[in-house]
């Protein structure tokens, strides 16, 4: 069964530092671009990064721009968002997709697979 799953999730305080995995099963992660987004709640789920399957291009929401990072192990399957300085805006669920978007990565429709989520709190 092919299948995405995000860890790292937790309650931090403003100013410090996430690590957010995403784990795929059943299926190789190269050949698909994989994007991160963030839902809060009553908003709909958002953009916030994407790293691209061909030349490992990233991409970032304007709002994460220098604090956040995506990054790719291929050895464990896994890709990962690394999240600093964070603010309380960032907090909702985060959820990794794997797709090869042919519009735009912050289409949620582009994607092919979706984890389950992993909550993010930033609060003092």
């Known amino acids: 069964q092919s299948r995405l799953v995000e860890s790292g999730g937790d309650l931090v305080q403003p100013g410090g530092s996430l690590r957010l995995s995403c784990a795929a099963s059943g299926f190789s992660l190269d050949p698909y671009g994989i994007g991160w987004f963030r839902q809060a709640p009553g908003e709909e789920r958002k953009g916030v990064s994407y790293l691209s399957h061909n030349d490992g291009t990233t991409y970032y929401a304007d709002s994460v721009k220098g604090r956040f990072t995506v990054s790719r192990d291929s050895a464990k399957n896994t890709v990962y968002l690394q999240m600093n300085s964070l603010k309380p805006e960032d907090t909702g669920v985060y959820y990794c997709?794997?797709?090869?978007?042919?519009?735009?990565?912050?289409?949620?429709?582009?994607?092919?697979?979706w984890g389950q989520g992993t909550q993010v709190t930033v609060s003092s």
């Open positions: 997709a794997a797709g090869v978007p042919a519009i735009t990565w912050l289409l949620v429709g582009e994607y092919d697979y």
